[in-house]
T-cell receptor, first 115, second 112 residues
Framework: AQSVSQHNHHVILSEAASLELGCNYS??????LFWYVQYPGQHLQLLLK??????LVKGIKGFEAEFIKSKFSFNLRKPSVQWSDTAEYFC?????????????FGTGTQLKVEL | KAGVTQTPRYLIKTRGQQVTLSCSPI?????VSWYQQTPGQGLQFLFE???????NKGNFPGRFSGRQFSNSRSEMNVSTLELGDSALYLC???????????FGPGTRLTVT
């Protein structure tokens, strides 16, 4: 079955530490890839997206992600996290061959940044 | 542009009842998708509507249904509510197939 895996369920970092969250998917077809963030008490917000082209994409708030097609991975990175980055992060995949919009989400990674 | 809006924001229902949730997409977006978010199952796709037609459907029982109106507003209905239907129901809109989806704040449904 098609799936999206996020390897880290809970991550605790100190401010200024570097962040990398893993995401792997199992689709064989053409996909669009996304990272969404859910801050406490807020709704899901788009962090960044990959459709095609340069596999290194930059998003909001200093986040970036790298698409590695051979590894079916789309890992999220940030060089230096801030306390305000405390949130839940979701990787999501939209398989294009089926038509329409149907996001499959990973289970999410709860990030806590300590001062 | 105004974002995706959902009403009501909170709802408490009793087992066996039915409920209707409403979603207004971003102006110009014709694709509306619904998702269920629970602590145990995470975010799961319910269905997607485009131009008043259901284009995709997730693995949920027939008690879950939806529709879209000509102005792209969408409703979802859950009949014969069960305790396990307690969840945050999210609506998202998108401009085109494969494009990013923008999410609303959700409707928190509690079934007692």
């Amino acid at each position: 079955a098609q799936s999206v895996s996020q390897h880290n369920h809970h991550v605790i970092l100190s401010e200024a530490a570097s962040l990398e969250l893993g995401c792997n998917y199992s689709y064989g077809g053409t996909v669009n890839l996304f990272w969404y963030v859910q801050y406490p008490g807020q709704h899901l917000q788009l962090l960044l997206k990959y459709f095609s082209g340069d596999p290194l994409v930059k998003g909001i708030k200093g986040f970036e992600a790298e698409f590695i097609k051979s590894k079916f991975s789309f890992n999220l990175r940030k060089p230096s996290v801030q306390w305000s980055d405390t949130a839940e992060y979701f990787c999501a995949v939209n398989l294009l061959t089926g038509g329409g919009n149907k996001l499959t989400f990973g289970t999410g990674t709860q990030l806590k940044v300590e001062l | 542009k105004a974002g995706v809006t959902q009403t009501p924001r909170y709802l408490i229902k009793t087992r066996g009842q039915q409920v209707t949730l409403s979603c207004s997409p971003i102006s110009g977006h014709r694709s509306v998708s619904w998702y269920q978010q629970t602590p145990g199952q995470g975010l799961q796709f319910l269905f997607e509507y485009f131009s008043e037609t259901q284009r995709n459907k997730g693995n949920f029982p027939g008690r879950f249904s939806g529709r879209q109106f000509s102005n792209s507003r969408s409703e979802m209905n859950v009949s014969t509510l069960e305790l396990g239907d307690s969840a945050l129901y999210l609506c998202a809109s998108s401009l085109k197939q494969g494009f990013e989806q923008y999410f609303g704040p959700g409707t928190r449904l509690t079934v007692t």
